[in-house]
């Protein structure tokens, strides 16, 4: 009776509590003696039974006082002996985790008595009761319902309807045999809520005059409304629709939820409705008492304006509920489209049935002089007068699942703000991380065939290309694996990762917990709306399952760095990625240009040929000055001196080595990419790496949809498989090297080449010939179907997802020798020098002379340049029939052709503009000899890139590979939520011309916020963030029209590589402007983080917080230049600029401060953010519990700074969006309770402002 004791004293003295059972009972007591002696006494007492609860009081007088309380939970009743022994007739009460308590009656009857009242006593047999009451429910409405499940009254007892339906799971699953199958379509009997729906009426809810408890205390009120669904339905049982939320200690509450009925959930005029007033006694468990209930039918609420009704009970009546409801007329707002244009407002405005005498004016308008009663008290100032609902544009195109809560508060001004909060899923979550897996398996399949194009190297050289190929099918093995998991989490219909699978490697890439908080807020008397868009989303991380620290992204970073300064090779190879890198972007750009020239030569459009072409010189002229020749030298030197060459004549007698046999499996991996349709390596058929006497493969192009084949990632098996063998033969490689002894290096090189006798030996068949809807175009033969004419000739040649990457083989093969640089850069230069004649010959300026793309060297004759791509073997001529010529034309650039100054240069010296009718055909030409030039250059600079890394050490490419696994997990999950949240705001809501010029000329804003702690694991987190977060803001975006289908659902698009990401964003097509302009840009992500719970306590003792402090400065800084540029280009109000200024003043105090758990940071920049229309993010461990507490905060806020939303009643209502709105639910949505993971502890170290309302927090799992 430590606790609670007046209550319990006055509950055993009140002469008005009903006891179960009283009389006298004999009770042990220990009394403790001197000197540590204790001693049994038995004393007779006077006992009381009242539910659970067995009160004993001092002496056998009935009045006397309370001298003790046993709470029979966990016990049971047992009679050691039926007769009476010498003290009397004797039974104990055995307790689970304590000692039992022996009891003596007078009688054998009264003993029995007693035994028979504990064992009822307990609330373990009051729910056995209720689920028996629960099995004749459903027992007796199976055979009016055919079988179905029903919900069961289950509505006076308070519970959530999520614990109604899993109770009702088990009992189904334990007593019925139905098909699972239509289990859960009874179990979820509606469709998925539609937010463009009209609401039949929303309804606010009050009461008044409700009755005290026994102790003369007002009542903790709920209301909870259930629903009669109409007669001739199967289920005929009350079945919980919603609930308000819980007011204390008042017996006149204003209830802030508001409830609205549509349609589509099953509802009509007819259809009849329950509001119980239940009294909360303990919120932990939301015990109540039901306190009374009114019925009344939906079309009765739907005709009236207000309604107030007495609450029946058993007990007579016990107060009044009033009904405050308003549904949605016919009128429209003026402006407002109905149709499928564009919308040109953001909201819908329906006047009330029960508003003023303009309502009544319309013709469908049958109450509008319907006059209005009296208000009273209980309602709030204004309630019920108009109903506005949001206009939500595309927002169901790019997010699904809503949950929906609806609030009426007060204003200061005594006026209405209608709050609307929907949480959402993005659609985006498992489509984006697969195409950034596709770009990455791409890569490790490009990597794969520069090791394997080296050839067979000798000495130590050969483990060095062993293991990197072993690292490398590691990592494609991994990314496929992911992406196979990913698609069939996909096919299944999931969108979001919930957090209690956040470790689950198989689904890192996701992220956790990604969802949308939407905010809409409307102020009639202001003439004020507005939203506010959250994306919520777990921290950007590589989540450890047995929790082991690697000290984050950053730390990883620095240990590479400091790696590499002491290797003088790492920024060679460094260097030699991103001049790979940057060779395969010139080259696609300057294939999309020469694809606009043929287009334009087609149509023969010289007007904006000039413009086109001086952009390819300048591009050509930077791919020729990207590498240099000492470096290329130095490659090609490494090759020939260690690559092991086979003699011709034993090429076919000698076995092949180990080495060659798992190269040549390597084309059964597929290394191409089918699934990738942009400038990735082309889809052709698997070339031989080791030919042997077959005839040569055909040089074509097999585009190869997608869905071509049964599964669209890789075989996870054959890759398994091979990396086995791989690491197989580099323990064998490693073994050699240790020189073991001569029997041993016998015995392993017999099982080493029994391990790869299961490869083939060589592709000894032809190709298999592509499916005939396939289409096969020869490049080097496109001339010859010139007898059948396309409507474009350009189609088939430069089809620039073809054409960017060409099949005259992007690699070199093992048994190929590189071609000198400097031939490849005079190809280059001497195509472009001819193709540039020509086009300005068409252009005419025939009198131009030849550009000249470098400037000459004293050792190259220029006589001799011309010369040279004509008789380098490998540049491919055109052939005779490709192209009809004039009789005179003549494309050889011959070095001693004598032609006057006043004819040009020598490219165009014979063409007859008058005669040329095709000028496509003769641009063709010089352009197929560039673009062959080029993929030789691409080939020897992979080339030179595989030599680099081979010669790296093979510790700092472990590290380098895990590093960037790790940095890839994280930046799917970053680029992931921007995404999503860039479609929402594309959407999700009007786009006005202003929001365009912003994301032109400037990029948006991204504001990250974080509240995590420099203290244990999410030290890391933290790390990994910054550098997710970072990475972001090297990716371009652009956006494109959303036509036909793609507007219904709109799937963003990437492309590119690692170092140069592009994404490609759908738009409705009204909203982009019409002069075909596109609008390209990048974002400014800025990232401040603040701990809040008592880890970040510990952290800020330890000083562990200076690294957090430092990026918050650095962003502060970054943030100041945006709003300087912001400012400079005059986007926003002058208002609007004078108050960024002085939050960016207060917002640097605030940094310089050395103050504990300073979140005046985190709500500067969020208002900052929201002034310049930027995007916001909130995240902490796992977006749950601590994000709902920021993120309701920020609602908050937001009411009160622009919809004046009174201070005093900001904690009621953050308590009940807490409580009752979306945070709640997507705190059930993962973990399955609705209670925040919190603890007392952890609750009293958060602030004020960030804890949550008591009875919404308890033991769970997170």
């Not at 777990?538 to 730390?555: E, P, S, V």
């Not at 003088?568 to 001049?579: I, L, M, T, W």
């Not at 005259?808 to 031939?823: G, I, K, Q, V």
Request: glycine residues 6%; charged residues 25%; hydrophobic residues 35%.
């Amino acid at each position: 009776m430590r606790f609670n004791k007046p209550e319990l004293n006055s509950l055993a003295s009140n002469p008005a509590t009903r006891f179960d059972k009283e009389g006298l009972l004999i009770i042990t007591d220990r009394q403790e003696g001197f000197l540590w002696r204790s001693s049994e006494v038995r004393v007779e007492r006077w006992c009381k039974l009242r539910g659970n609860l067995l009160f004993y009081l001092k002496d056998k007088d009935p009045k006397s006082p309370v001298a003790g309380l046993l709470v029979l939970e966990n016990c049971r009743p047992r009679i050691h002996n039926e007769q009476r022994e010498p003290e009397g007739y004797v039974f104990d009460l055995d307790f689970k985790d304590s000692s039992s308590e022996r009891l003596i009656s007078r009688s054998s009857a009264e003993r029995l008595s007693w035994v028979q009242c504990i064992e009822q006593a307990s609330s373990e047999q009051l729910n056995q009761l209720i689920r028996q009451l629960k099995d004749q429910i459903v027992a007796q409405s199976r055979p009016s319902s055919g079988g179905g499940i029903s919900m069961g009254n289950h509505i006076d007892l308070g519970m959530p309807l999520e614990q109604q339906v899993q109770e009702q799971l088990q009992l189904q699953s334990e007593q019925s045999e139905q098909p699972a199958a239509t289990m859960e379509q009874q179990v979820a009997p509606f469709e998925e809520l539609d937010l463009s729906e009209l609401p039949i009426c929303e309804t606010a809810l009050s009461c008044d005059t409700l009755p005290l408890d026994t102790m003369g205390r007002p009542p903790n009120p709920q209301v909870v409304c259930s629903l009669l669904p109409a007669a001739g339905e199967d289920c005929q049982l009350w079945r919980e629709h919603a609930r308000t939320e819980l007011q204390e200690r008042t017996r006149s509450p204003q209830f802030l939820c508001t409830m609205r009925f549509q349609r589509s959930a099953g509802f009509s005029a007819a259809t009849r409705l329950r509001f119980s007033v239940f009294d909360v006694r303990e919120r932990l468990t939301l015990t109540a008492l039901p306190l009374g209930h009114a019925e009344v039918a939906l079309g009765v609420i739907q005709d009236t304006s207000r309604l107030r009704l007495p609450l029946a009970s058993p007990r007579g009546e016990c107060g009044f509920i009033t009904l405050a409801s308003w549904s949605p007329d016919a009128a429209v707002e003026p402006g407002q489209s109905t149709g499928n244009g564009p919308p040109r407002s953001s909201t819908q405005l329906f006047e009330g049935s029960g508003a003023g005498g303009g309502a009544g004016t319309g013709p469908g308008a049958t109450t509008g002089g319907r006059r209005v009663h009296r208000r009273t008290q209980s309602l709030p100032p204004k309630l019920g007068v108009r109903l506005f609902v949001p206009q939500q544009c595309g927002l169901q195109r790019v997010c699904s699942n809503p949950r929906l809560r609806t609030y009426r508060l007060h204003s200061s001004l005594g006026a209405d703000i209608s709050v609307q909060e929907t949480l959402l899923e993005s659609r985006l979550c498992c489509q984006l991380p697969q195409q950034l897996l596709s770009i990455w398996i791409q890569r490790e399949k490009e990597l794969l065939q520069e090791i394997s194009g080296m050839g067979e190297l000798s000495g130590e050289w050969r483990w060095r290309q062993m293991n990197l190929l072993e690292e490398h099918l590691r990592l494609l093995k991994d990314y496929s694996q992911a992406k196979q998991n990913i698609q069939q989490l996909a096919r299944d219909g999931v969108y979001f990762k919930r957090s209690s699978a956040k470790a689950d490697e198989s689904l890192e890439f996701l992220p956790v917990n990604l969802h949308v908080q939407r905010m809409w807020a409307q102020n009639d008397t202001l003439q004020r709306r507005g939203l506010l868009d959250v994306v919520t989303v777990g921290a950007f991380t590589r989540h450890d399952a047995k929790g082991r620290k690697c000290g984050g992204l950053i730390k990883l970073l620095q240990e590479s760095k400091s790696w590499k300064l002491e290797q003088s090779n790492a920024c060679k190879v460094q260097a030699a990625n991103d001049a790979v890198q940057a060779t395969k972007q010139l080259r696609k750009e300057i294939v999309e240009l020469m694809s606009q020239l043929l287009q334009l030569a087609s149509r023969r459009s010289s007007k904006d040929m000039m413009p086109l072409c001086n952009q390819m010189v300048a591009r050509t002229r930077t791919l020729l000055n990207i590498w240099e020749p000492s470096i290329v030298e130095e490659a090609v030197a490494f090759i020939e001196r260690h690559r092991i060459i086979e003699e011709p004549e034993n090429v076919l007698m000698e076995p092949m080595s180990p080495f060659r046999k798992i190269t040549q499996q390597l084309t059964a991996l597929e290394l191409k990419s089918p699934e990738l349709e942009d400038f990735a390596t082309p889809v052709v058929a698997p070339p031989d790496l080791w030919p042997r006497g077959q005839p040569p493969l055909m040089r074509s192009n097999s585009w190869h949809p997608s869905n071509s084949s049964p599964c669209s990632s890789l075989d996870i098996r054959a890759i398994d498989s091979l990396q086995h063998v791989v690491k197989c033969y580099n323990d064998h490689l490693r073994s050699l090297e240790r020189g073991g002894d001569l029997n041993q290096e016998e015995q392993d090189e017999d099982e080493s080449e029994a391990t790869y006798q299961s490869l083939p030996v060589a592709w000894n068949s032809q190709p298999a010939a592509p499916p005939a809807v396939l289409q096969l175009i020869d490049l080097d033969e496109i001339g010859r179907k010139k007898q059948h004419p396309q409507p474009q000739p350009s189609a088939g040649f430069l089809d620039t997802k073809l054409m960017s990457s060409s099949p005259s083989a992007n690699y070199y093969r093992p048994t190929e020798e590189p071609e000198p640089l400097d031939l490849t850069q005079l190809n280059i230069e001497a195509s472009v020098m001819c193709l540039v004649s020509k086009l300005k010959f068409f252009c005419g300026r025939c009198d131009s002379p030849a550009i000249r793309l470098r400037h000459p060297k004293a050792l190259i004759k220029r006589e001799g340049f011309a010369v040279a791509p004509q008789q380098a073997p490998d540049v491919i001529a055109t052939p005779s029939t490709a192209v009809k010529q004039p009789p005179n034309l003549d494309l050889d650039l011959k070095p001693g052709g004598s032609v006057p100054a006043k004819r040009g240069n020598k490219f165009t010296d014979g063409l007859d503009l008058s005669m040329t009718t095709d000028w496509a055909a003769e641009l063709r030409p010089s352009m197929r000899k560039l673009r062959h030039a080029m993929d030789r250059l691409l080939k020897t600079a992979r080339l030179m890139h595989s030599v680099q890394r081979l010669q790296q050490d093979m510790r700092c490419n472990r590290l380098q590979a895990s590093i960037m696994y790790r940095r890839d997990v994280c930046f799917s999950q970053a680029l992931t939520a921007l995404v999503s949240s860039l479609m929402l705001r594309l959407w999700g809501s009007e786009l006005d011309m202003g929001y365009l010029v912003m994301l032109r000329d400037l990029g948006p804003l991204a504001y990250f916020e974080g509240l995590l702690t420099l203290y244990g694991n999410e030290a890391d987190m933290w790390s990994d963030m910054c550098i997710a977060i970072e990475d972001l803001s090297a990716v371009s975006f652009q956006l494109v029209r959303a036509q036909g289908e793609a507007a219904m659902a709109p799937m963003p698009r990437i492309t590119g590589s690692r170092q140069s990401l592009e994404v490609q964003l759908p738009v409705p097509e009204h909203s982009l402007p019409g002069n075909g302009t596109s609008i390209a840009f990048k974002i400014t992500p800025v990232f401040f983080n603040i701990g809040i719970n008592e880890k970040a306590s510990f952290a800020e003792t330890l000083g562990q917080t200076r690294e957090q402090h430092r990026s918050n400065w650095d962003n502060y800084l970054r943030l100041s230049q945006y709003f300087g540029r912001y400012r400079k280009l005059g986007l926003g109000s002058v208002d609007a600029g004078e108050s960024l200024q002085s939050l960016l003043g207060f917002m640097e105090q605030q940094l310089r401060a050395n103050v504990s758990k300073n979140v005046k940071i985190l709500h500067l920049a969020e208002d900052a953010c929201r002034l310049m229309d930027g995007l916001r993010f909130t995240s902490c461990k796992s977006a749950k519990d601590r994000t709902g507490m920021a993120v309701t905060l920020e609602q908050c806020r937001v009411l009160v700074r622009e919809f004046q939303l009174p201070a005093k009643h900001v904690p009621y209502a953050l308590s009940t969006m807490r409580s009752e709105g979306t945070r709640m639910d997507n705190v059930l949505k993962n973990i399955g309770k609705r209670k925040y993971a919190f603890n007392r502890t952890q609750v009293s170290f958060l602030p004020a402002m960030y804890r949550p309302p008591v009875g919404s927090y308890g033991k769970a799992q997170t």
